[in-house]
């Protein structure tokens, strides 16, 4: 009898609220682009999706507890190239492992990555802003989502193109580390296209160029990396839900065709888009598409991050 209640289960599945774990601070990429899509996905599974802001340690906290969550499709991660790629060479000690111990779900949105200044910064491009970094590193500060985030990995990368070692100033988000490079509490910071196309066309900020090889269509007038002359940089993120190790296919499966329908909305499309984000092609959207990604992504990010200590 108790055998046969998994597969019953996973047929009535959802009977209940889902709990999607944020890794990150509420108003940042993560939590937007996952408040986007469980929006519409909620529709179709029939149940509310609450939204969960866990932070800490650029999202491997929050990672390490969906990990060890019950896996009968109720508890949920939006992580990303940070937490299910980069965390891995960065913490050696690492509690999860981000494909053995999570169910890949879908692909949700590719996220340029932008370099990004408070608005007074002198630099006034970036040819200018690599100059300045070089001549003052001593004195700048970059904002960052903590160890193992997007943000801190697409400036390492940055850092090492640019040979140059700058402090980080750690917040629990980009949403908290925006709201101080708009304050000009903080010089710089690479972070997700969602988060900056607000803001950017409010003019708080300066961006000095996106790191993909064309020009986003939300921002027509922010010059590539290749344009602007540094086309060694280029960064993309990626986010992505996951289920803990274990929850039944028929559950994952259930997840994913929302995940697809809600992709597939006029809607859902136009609010991704119109923040920069890169919807997911068809082939690209399968549970077996993501293990690809994540696998290939801690085998790139092992070749480039060291550990901390
Ligand atoms: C966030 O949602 O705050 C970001 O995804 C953090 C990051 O990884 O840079």
Redesign the pocket.
């Known amino acids: 009898a108790g055998l046969a209640a998994g597969p019953v289960q996973a047929q009535d599945y959802p009977t209940r609220n889902i709990t999607m774990i944020?890794?990150?601070?509420a108003?940042?990429?993560?939590?937007?682009?996952a408040r986007i899509v469980t929006g519409h996905m909620q529709q179709t599974l029939g149940q509310t999706i609450v939204i969960e802001n866990v932070v800490g340690a650029?999202?491997t906290t929050a990672s390490t507890r969906a990990s060890k969550a019950a896996p009968d499709g109720y508890t949920l991660i939006t992580g990303?190239?940070?937490?299910h790629a980069a965390s891995v060479p960065l913490y050696p000690k690492l509690a999860y492992h981000p494909s053995r111990d999570f169910e890949p779900v879908g692909l949700v949105a590719g996220?340029p990555i932008l370099i990004l200044a408070r608005k007074d910064f002198p630099p006034k491009d970036l040819k200018e802003f690599v100059a300045y970094l070089k001549a003052n590193t001593d004195k700048l500060n970059e904002a960052?989502?903590?160890v193992?985030?997007?943000?801190?990995?697409?400036c390492q990368l940055l850092d090492s193109v640019l040979k140059i070692n700058p402090t980080g100033v750690p917040?629990?988000?980009?949403?908290?580390?925006m709201n101080a490079l708009v304050g000009g509490q903080v010089d710089y910071m690479?972070?997700?296209i969602v988060?900056a196309v607000p803001q950017i066309k409010g003019g708080t900020i300066k961006a000095y160029a996106v790191a993909t090889p064309e020009r986003n269509p939300s921002l027509p007038d922010v010059p590539t990396t290749a344009e602007a002359g540094l086309p060694e940089y280029q960064a993309q993120?990626w986010?992505a839900i996951f289920a803990p190790k274990g929850t039944p296919a028929p559950i994952v499966a259930k997840l994913n065709a929302a995940l697809v329908k809600a992709l597939d909305d006029e809607g859902v499309k136009k609010r991704l888009l119109d923040l920069g984000s890169v919807i997911p092609k068809p082939e690209e959207r399968t549970p077996e598409s993501l293990k690809k990604l994540v696998d290939s992504e801690i085998t790139k990010w092992s070749g480039v991050l060291k550990p901390l200590n």
């Open positions: 944020v890794p990150f601070a108003g940042g990429p993560t939590d937007v682009i650029g999202g990303h190239m940070g937490t996220t960052h989502a903590g193992g985030s997007v943000s801190y990995t697409s917040f629990n988000g980009t949403g908290p580390a690479c972070d997700q988060n993120a986010n």
